[in-house]
Every structure is written in C-alpha cells, then in structure tokens.
C-alpha cells in the first residue's frame, strides 16, 4: 500500500511539474501590430510635399533615419601616425 500511494504522489508531482512548465503565457501579439500601424510624424527635415507623396514605406525609413541620426555618436577621429 504504500509503495502504491509513493508512486501515486511522485507520479502527480512529476505531471504538475511538466504541465506548469507546458503551460507558457500567450504572447502580446497585439502590441507587435499596434506598433506599425501607429501614425508617423513627419520629421523636420522633410518637406510637407515630399511627406504628403511618400508611401508608408518609404515614410517608415525617413522617420528611422530621422531617428537614428539623431541617436547616433558623433564619429570617432582616426589617429594619425603612431602606434
């Protein structure tokens, strides 16, 4: 009898265990498509024309390379002669 209950209660601990590890939370996935689908501001070195005649694509890339220029170190002087 009590190798039986034993094993009923390591049988029990070890199926929990693998349904806790099974069970992931769902992933945000509306977060992921919100963010494309937010409006893009028009960056200030773009004219209202060129802006207004843009595709979403290529207003994507102006508002990343608005972005990362503006992030972006200033670059490193190379040494000159020297070790």
């Known amino acids: 009898m009590n190798k039986l209950l034993a094993t009923l209660v390591a049988a029990t601990f070890a199926l929990s265990g693998a349904a806790a590890l099974a069970a992931d939370a769902p992933k945000d996935t509306a977060a992921k498509a919100a963010t494309p689908a937010a ?34 170190a200033a670059p490193k002087k190379e040494k000159k002669g020297g070790c």
């Not at 028009?42 to 595709?55: F, G, I, L, N, S």
């Not at 890339?61 to 220029?69: F, L, R, Y």
Request: charged share 40%.
């Open 39 to 72: 409006k893009l501001e028009k960056p200030a070195d773009v004219t209202a024309d060129a802006w207004a005649k843009m595709t979403d694509a290529e207003k994507q890339k102006a508002v990343e390379a608005a972005k990362s220029g503006k992030t972006a």
